[in-house]
């Protein structure tokens, strides 16, 4: 008659300092003031994406990323998979959306405050490592793809709102509304989002202990050349974004002054490129999943890139344009179809890391695109400047010319490279990576010591060196999630 019922003593477990078995993002009764609102979603993470990024469209103007977020994007997810996901959603959409009032306020400080953003412009490896906790494998890639989709549908639709805004109000009115834009976001994640991680991943405290390991991105970072999986797949990402990144920069400078589109031309042309990627990304990308696999849906979405690309190279009329864009909406495929191998392989306590690494690569790509993209440009003496809104006679020429766009053409190439190396990465299988090394398969077969042999640990598929030292029991080992 005295036992103490089993939910009373599984409380008393949890106070004590027990990590009982809970679903991704739970909390117990009366939990803190950050819960949020239901359970974590990807509509959570959908939400968060679309209000950043349309802040920032709103302003036509993109957010700077770059060489540092190379560095800072392993870095906040490996934090990430040892705090939660939460509180680094809030910092870094809070201090990628402050430089927004101050374009208004203080150009001195904008410029400023938009050069230290960078850092924390890595919102998508946090909100994808978000998507990881709250779904199973099979549904990733669609999560994923919607994700995405959101991502498009706010650079379709942004654009052009400001443009409007920006051409009947002022800009003053512009900078009003995508700030205000930007704080419900970051009002929106400190409300309404909810955690993700689970609580047996978490410490029970901010100021418990943790080691280095579990946060240093260098030791992640030299993982990368040790598990070639991963390494494969990094390389993959920086040969296949790079080209995109250069694109970025200079396509639309490139249709006005080089094929002669006007700014209505141009805005239809980003709108089809948009509407047709949302399409890819959720319906498309979903059927090549369930019929293909992950690899070949990668190997798919290079193969429309590369295609795309040598589109747009040799392309001399406007018609073959709009074709090309056509092709360049189902190449981006590729980057949830990556991210999705990326998380399938990665355990459940680096979805952060492996999923940082990633967007650091699209980072470094970001900040070396546009220059090559732009001394290919110079070598083939096009002009590409904004302050010409007419077709200019030097470039007129090129339309006749054999390669229109060299540049492209090059890109074209190194989507191939990409492509290529794609084909090596192994398949993926439930159990883990098929066709590994014997090395690495070793070291998933059999659980090394603690400090043993860390060096040579794989990233992907290796939960071993995330443990919380200070909360396990003596002599139990925290490789079950």
Same mark, same amino acid.
């Given at each position: 008659?005295?036992?103490?019922?089993?939910?009373?003593?599984?409380?008393?477990?949890?106070?004590?300092?027990?990590?009982?078995?809970?679903?991704?993002?739970?909390?117990?009764?009366?939990? =803190?003031?950050?819960?949020?609102?239901?359970?974590?979603?990807?509509?959570?993470?959908?939400?968060?994406?679309?209000?950043?990024?349309?802040?920032?469209?709103?302003?036509?103007?993109?957010?700077?990323?770059?060489?540092?977020?190379?560095?800072?994007?392993?870095?906040?997810?490996?934090?990430?998979?040892?705090?939660?996901?939460?509180?680094?959603?809030?910092?870094?959409?809070?201090?990628?959306?402050?430089?927004?009032?101050?374009?208004?306020?203080?150009?001195?400080?904008?410029?400023?405050?938009?050069?230290?953003?960078?850092?924390?412009?890595?919102?998508?490896?946090?909100?994808?490592?978000?998507?990881?906790?709250?779904?199973?494998?099979?549904?990733?890639?669609?999560?994923?793809?919607?994700?995405?989709?959101?991502?498009?549908?706010?650079?379709?639709?942004?654009?052009?709102?400001?443009?409007?805004?920006?051409?009947?109000?002022?800009?003053?009115?512009?900078?009003?509304?995508?700030?205000?834009?930007?704080?419900?976001?970051?009002?929106?994640?400190?409300?309404?989002?909810?955690?993700?991680?689970?609580?047996?991943?978490?410490?029970?405290?901010?100021?418990?202990?943790?080691?280095?390991?579990?946060?240093?991105?260098?030791?992640?970072?030299?993982?990368?050349?040790?598990?070639?999986?991963?390494?494969?797949?990094?390389?993959?990402?920086?040969?296949?974004?790079?080209?995109?990144?250069?694109?970025?920069?200079?396509?639309?400078?490139?249709?006005?002054?080089?094929?002669?589109?006007?700014?209505?031309?141009?805005?239809?042309?980003?709108?089809?490129?948009?509407?047709?990627?949302?399409?890819?990304?959720?319906?498309?990308?979903?059927?090549?999943?369930?019929?293909?696999?992950?690899?070949?849906?990668?190997?798919?979405?290079?193969?429309?890139?590369?295609?795309? @690309?040598?589109?747009?190279?040799?392309?001399?009329?406007?018609?073959?344009?709009?074709?090309?864009?056509?092709?360049?909406?189902?190449?981006?495929?590729?980057?949830?179809?990556?991210?999705?191998?990326?998380?399938? =392989?990665?355990?459940?306590?680096?979805?952060?890391?492996?999923?940082?690494?990633?967007?650091?690569?699209?980072?470094?790509? =970001?900040?070396?695109?546009?220059?090559?993209?732009?001394?290919?440009?110079?070598?083939?003496?096009?002009?590409?400047?904004?302050?010409?809104?007419? @077709?200019?006679? =030097?470039?007129?020429?090129?339309?006749?010319?054999?390669?229109?766009?060299?540049?492209?053409?090059?890109?074209?190439?190194?989507?191939?490279?990409?492509?290529?190396?794609?084909?090596?990465?192994?398949?993926?299988?439930?159990?883990?990576?098929?066709?590994?090394?014997?090395?690495?398969?070793?070291?998933?077969?059999?659980?090394?010591?603690?400090?043993?042999?860390?060096?040579?640990?794989?990233?992907?598929?290796?939960?071993?060196?995330?443990?919380?030292?200070?909360?396990?029991?003596?002599?139990?080992?925290?490789?079950?999630?």
């Amino acid at each position: 008659m005295n036992a103490e019922p089993p939910e009373e003593k599984a409380a008393s477990e949890a106070e004590a300092g027990a990590m009982p078995e809970k679903r991704a993002g739970s909390r117990a009764a009366g939990g =803190n003031s950050l819960q949020g609102f239901g359970r974590p979603s990807v509509y959570h993470a959908a939400i968060v994406i679309f209000l950043e990024f349309f802040a920032w469209g709103l302003l036509t103007t993109s957010m700077l990323t770059g060489l540092l977020s190379f560095l800072s994007a392993p870095l906040i997810g490996a934090l990430s998979d040892v705090w939660g996901r939460k509180p680094f959603l809030l910092g870094t959409v809070f201090f990628t959306c402050f430089p927004i009032p101050l374009m208004r306020i203080s150009p001195w400080w904008y410029f400023a405050m938009i050069s230290i953003s960078g850092v924390f412009s890595v919102t998508f490896s946090v909100i994808f490592a978000y998507v990881a906790d709250v779904t199973q494998e099979h549904e990733r890639s669609t999560a994923y793809g919607w994700v995405s989709a959101t991502f498009a549908a706010s650079l379709v639709s942004s654009p052009a709102i400001g443009a409007y805004l920006s051409a009947s109000y002022g800009d003053s009115l512009v900078v009003l509304v995508a700030t205000v834009v930007a704080l419900l976001d970051i009002c929106f994640i400190l409300l309404a989002v909810p955690e993700s991680l689970p609580e047996k991943m978490r410490p029970l405290s901010w100021g418990a202990r943790i080691s280095w390991k579990q946060a240093d991105p260098f030791a992640s970072l030299k993982k990368v050349g040790k598990d070639s999986t991963i390494l494969l797949i990094c390389i993959t990402v920086f040969l296949s974004y790079l080209p995109e990144a250069g694109q970025y920069s200079s396509f639309f400078l490139y249709l006005r002054q080089v094929i002669g589109f006007g700014s209505i031309k141009i805005a239809a042309f980003i709108a089809m490129v948009g509407i047709l990627s949302i399409v890819a990304q959720t319906v498309f990308l979903t059927s090549l999943m369930r019929s293909l696999g992950n690899k070949n849906t990668v190997l798919l979405g290079l193969g429309f890139q590369m295609f795309q @690309l040598a589109w747009y190279g040799f392309g001399s009329q406007a018609w073959m344009m709009w074709a090309a864009g056509i092709v360049a909406a189902v190449s981006s495929i590729t980057f949830p179809a990556v991210s999705t191998l990326v998380s399938q =392989n990665a355990d459940s306590n680096q979805q952060g890391v492996a999923q940082g690494i990633i967007t650091g690569i699209r980072g470094l790509c =970001n900040g070396l695109g546009p220059a090559l993209y732009g001394f290919i440009f110079y070598m083939f003496h096009v002009e590409l400047t904004e302050l010409e809104p007419e @077709l200019i006679s =030097n470039n007129a020429a090129l339309q006749g010319a054999v390669i229109p766009g060299p540049p492209f053409l090059f890109g074209a190439c190194i989507v191939f490279m990409s492509f290529l190396v794609a084909v090596f990465i192994p398949e993926y299988s439930k159990g883990g990576i098929q066709k590994h090394s014997n090395s690495i398969s070793g070291s998933l077969a059999n659980t090394p010591e603690r400090g043993s042999d860390e060096d040579i640990e794989p990233l992907l598929q290796d939960s071993s060196i995330w443990e919380l030292s200070s909360l396990e029991e003596p002599g139990h080992q925290c490789t079950e999630l």
